[in-house]
């Protein structure tokens, strides 16, 4: 049973009800490099495909509760590029993000650190997960602090910086039917790899 876009919709409906007034900060997974230019099979983060089902490397997800309907859910993804796809395969782009993962707005992940600032603004709070991010973090805090330093003269600023992992991991702690499949498939695949390993690992030691 494939987990289809409406679920990832519940599950994002979920996300905005649990996190109140505060914007939150969702980077996924980068692609890691094992030496040279060669890079290990990319692994999406558990909690952004959690709440986007979007499976490329260095996007990143903003969820903004404090934003008028329309811009409340935003994807920076890395754009269409031929010439990159070549080497590193398909990209949905910023369109794809749209009409194909539900995303309000999507941008190239380029354009973050100009965008991010206006984005959180008016946010209560910043849900984002400090230390994990090297890349996304300095930029958060960059924003968080622009706005603090306007405070005097604005009378807004987030409150302070949240973590989200408490919250979302509150929340696939509950599964989903169709997550319960896939989790017993999951099961029944790895007893049966183990059970053949087993007779195999039987069958040498008997030969010697």
Not at 50 to 63: K, R
């Amino acid at each position: 049973m494939l987990i289809g876009p409406e679920i990832h919709a519940e599950r994002r409906a979920r996300f905005f009800e649990a996190l109140g007034g505060a914007a939150a900060v969702i980077p996924g997974a980068a692609l890691a490099t094992h030496h040279a230019d060669c890079e290990w099979p990319f692994r999406q983060s558990s909690d952004f495909w959690y709440l986007t089902g979007f499976d490329e490397p260095d996007a990143v997800a903003l969820f903004l509760p404090h934003k008028p309907e329309g811009e409340r859910y935003v994807l920076f993804v890395q754009p269409k590029e031929p010439s990159a796809e070549v080497w590193h395969g398909f990209r949905w782009g910023c369109e794809g993000a749209v009409a194909h993962y539900g995303a309000d707005l999507a941008h190239p992940r380029s354009e973050l650190a100009q965008r991010l600032p206006e984005y959180l603004q008016g946010a209560e709070g910043i849900a984002f997960r400090v230390g994990k991010h090297p890349e996304v973090e300095p930029l958060v805090l960059q924003a968080w602090a622009q706005q603090l330093d306007r405070a005097p003269r604005s009378g807004s600023a987030a409150l302070g910086l949240v973590a989200p992992c408490p919250l979302l991991h509150r929340l696939r702690l509950r599964k989903a039917p169709e997550e319960l499949v896939r989790m017993r498939e999951a099961a029944r695949r790895s007893e049966e790899h183990t059970s053949e390993l087993q007779s195999r690992q039987y069958l040498v030691c008997r030969l010697l």
